[in-house]
């Protein structure tokens, strides 16, 4: 609360601010702030998780240049000071920043306007016998991730359901984090969510994992988890949408195709987390 000190009036002044607890003084104008809403919620919704594709100095410079940005950039191994690792913040996380792009998910749009983006320096994927092969992440980067999501996932309520990939939220264009991210490893660190085996293995019904399921009935369970479903889609339109949803539940094998497993995996998801 500031109050204006003109000797004359501050007696008055002083004595109206001391008087008038939640009343705050804007200078031209008085706020009451006394009466509070119970429906009043975050803006920040989702935590969004990138790589870079880059390394340090040429994520650092672009992240900084004027067309992409993001509120932290992690480097592969963070400088030590004082014993903790370094994190670059390079957006106020009151201001908006241009990591989703055009992106979906569960039912909004502009997920830049309603999220948190983290991007780790890792170099990505490079094509190796046809196969993307991608950079696996250092734990001492995981390891600076683990404290900083958990403040921003406590300070915005995020749900787990809302811990995304940026490829969960634009699977057309985007592969990052990519598979080896460790989902699994911070949905135990109650960081994003992650099904319970005994539901997938009860979903599965002992049936092969691997087993050919119809690619609607999937996409349908996607869809309704929160990504993004277009009608009319081409398969390699719908297959961009299940590899997806596999770098991020079932990093042993994300190729795409339509099968119990996944299926599974979608149904205990959507059990535990509830529709998009
Ligand atoms: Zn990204």
């Known amino acids: 609360m500031k109050c204006a000190i003109v000797p004359v009036l501050l007696a008055l002044l002083l004595a109206g601010c001391a008087t008038e607890k939640g009343v705050v003084d804007k200078g031209a104008y008085e706020l009451d702030t006394r009466r509070q809403a119970q429906a009043a919620y975050p803006r920040v919704k989702v935590l969004v998780i990138h790589y870079t594709a880059d390394d340090f100095d040429s994520s650092l410079a672009t992240l900084t240049d004027k067309n992409v940005s993001s509120h932290y950039l992690i480097p592969a191994i963070p400088p030590q000071h004082n014993g903790k690792p370094r994190i670059w913040q390079l957006v106020p996380e009151r201001d908006l920043a241009w990591h989703a792009g055009v992106s979906f998910w569960r039912g909004a749009t502009r997920i830049n306007d309603t999220s948190i983006g983290i991007e780790l320096e890792n170099r990505g994927w490079q094509k190796i016998d046809g196969q993307k092969r991608f ?16 403040d921003i996932i406590q300070r915005y309520d ?14 057309q264009r985007k592969d990052d984090p990519g598979p080896l991210f460790p989902w699994q490893a911070l949905a135990q660190q109650r960081i994003g969510a992650w099904p319970d085996p005994a539901r997938v293995a009860f979903y599965l019904n002992g049936q092969p994992p691997y087993q050919p399921v119809e690619t609607s009935a999937l996409l349908d369970l996607l869809a309704r988890y929160g990504y993004e479903v ?5 398969p390699a ?10 770098m991020h539940f079932r990093p042993q094998l994300w190729n795409g195709v339509s099968d119990k497993e996944t299926m599974a995996i979608a149904e205990a998801l959507l059990e535990k987390y509830g529709q998009g």
């Open 135 to 150: 950079v696996p992440f250092e734990p001492a980067q995981i390891a600076a991730l683990i404290p900083l999501a958990k």
């Open 158 to 171: 995020i749900k787990p359901q809302n811990v995304v990939a940026h490829a969960d939220i634009a699977p």
């Open 230 to 234: 277009p009608e009319n889609i081409s």
């Open 237 to 246: 339109q719908q297959k961009r949408i299940i590899m997806a949803f596999q």
